[in-house]
């Protein structure tokens, strides 16, 4: 028997990667107080250098929490030796990350958003974003050579009405 709820653990775990950062943030603060009340380049240098890398990982965190969902929809995500397999009832398959041409994020109905993978000779593979392993896509997208979080970042917070490409194979 636990001490703790398990759907408080869930939101915990969920919320894990920004509040570990805000903590080094926090930290950086000291740090930086220190360097400006007890004269000391050290402690402020450490604490600018430390500020700079804690807030440029809260911001990944921040992107890869909208990324990363709870894993109530249909199927299910695997990624193996660079290969993406999603199991589903309808809407299955599998694509190669070499194969690849274009990755677009869609909405869709039930308000959230899905993967779209297209490659050539295949129909395109729709992921929903919560889908059960779906996490892992965006480890294995980071492989793809011009992909930019920043543009996933403002994919998610553009118009929801429609498709936007994040990554496309360069000619």
Same mark, same amino acid.
């Given at each position: ?5 398990? %759907? ?6 969920? &919320? ?5 950062? *805000? =903590? /080094? ?7 930086? &107080?220190?360097? *400006?009340?007890?004269?000391? &380049? =050290? ?5 600018? /250098? ?8 809260? @911001? ?22 660079? @290969?993406?397999?999603?199991?589903? !009832? ?10 690849? %041409?274009?990755? =677009?994020?869609? !909405? ?6 899905? &993967? *779209? ?6 129909? !395109? ?9 779906? %996490? ?25 009405? /429609? ?9």
């Amino acid at each position: 028997m636990t001490i703790f709820r398990s %759907d408080a653990l869930k939101a915990l775990r969920h &919320w894990l990667e920004p509040l570990m950062t *805000v =903590v /080094v943030v926090l930290i950086a603060v000291r740090l930086l &107080w220190l360097g *400006v009340f007890r004269p000391s &380049w =050290v402690y402020g240098l450490m604490g600018l /250098v430390l500020a700079l890398v804690a807030g440029t990982l809260f @911001n990944l965190a921040l992107i890869r929490l909208r990324l990363v969902s709870s894993g109530e929809a249909v199927g299910i995500v695997e990624v193996r030796e660079r @290969n993406i397999v999603y199991f589903a !009832p309808h809407m299955g398959g599998d694509i190669s990350l070499e194969g690849l %041409d274009k990755i =677009v994020i869609s !909405p869709s109905k039930s308000g959230s958003y899905n &993967w *779209v993978l297209y490659a050539s000779g295949q129909p !395109p593979l729709i992921i929903p974003f919560n889908a059960r392993g779906a %996490d892992r896509l965006l480890h294995a997208f980071s492989a793809l050579p011009g992909l930019s979080l920043e543009r996933l970042n403002k994919a998610l917070k553009a118009d929801r009405n /429609v498709m936007h490409i994040v990554w496309q194979r360069p000619q």
